[in-house]
């Protein structure tokens, strides 16, 4: 099963790890400089270029982490989830 991010974007709901609203996360140090750190290491990968309202952070097949930058809200993206099971 998957789950739609945004502009076409999906990633297997079976690899995702964490749904984050960007705006109460970034508050904290430590997820900015993970987020920093994977922009630096180009493992994010944005999802619309309106003003982004939350993460999602997945591993691929291979066990690569990847962090999409959604313009979808974390509560729609969660509710899009569970109603996948």
């Known amino acids: 099963m998957t789950l739609h991010l945004g502009n076409g974007y999906t990633v297997y709901l079976k690899n995702v790890v964490a749904i984050m609203d960007i705006e109460k996360a970034s508050t904290s140090k430590i997820t900015r400089e993970y987020l920093s750190g994977a922009g630096r290491a ?12 939350s993460f999602v952070v997945s591993l691929d097949e291979d066990l690569t982490e990847r962090v999409y930058i959604c313009g ?4 729609t993206l969660k509710k899009r989830a569970n109603e996948r099971f």
């Open 72 to 75: 979808v809200s974390a509560e």
């Open 42 to 53: 180009g493992r994010v990968i944005t999802c619309s270029y309106e003003l982004p309202k």
